[in-house]
């Protein structure tokens, strides 16, 4: 059965640096998106980035470009979201899913997430 776990959230002042990682298990393909989507208090769910197995195409989202680098270990079957320059506004649950697209909130592969806070 797939499953994504996220992990590495923590606390770091503003300007500092977090690795996120998600963990792929249950495959039946090699072919496999991850996208990392992130959920502020009393916000909606938002795209984060996106990367495809197939031909490592990677997107992001405006508020992050230019901070954020999503990459993947095809041998070790993990997506890791590398933050740089975080700011408080980054401050969210951080979530990974087997698609790019917002699926809705009752989407199956919604995971715990993994807590970043940014603060000083």
């Known amino acids: 059965q797939l499953q994504l776990v996220e992990s590495g959230g923590g606390l770091v002042r503003p300007g500092g640096s977090l690795r996120l990682s998600c963990a792929v298990s249950g495959l039946t393909s090699e072919d496999y998106t991850v996208g990392w989507f992130r959920q502020a208090p009393g916000k909606e769910r938002e795209g984060v980035s996106c990367i495809s197995s197939r031909d490592g195409n990677t997107r992001y989202s405006e508020s992050v470009k230019g901070r954020f680098t999503i990459s993947r270990d095809s041998a070790q079957h993990t997506v890791y979201l590398e933050m740089n320059s975080l700011k408080p506004e980054d401050t969210a649950v951080y979530y990974c899913?087997?698609?790019?697209?917002?699926?809705?909130?009752?989407?199956?592969?919604w995971g715990q997430g993994t807590q970043v806070t940014v603060s000083s």
């Open positions: 899913i087997p698609r790019c697209s917002y699926p809705g909130d009752d989407y199956e592969y």
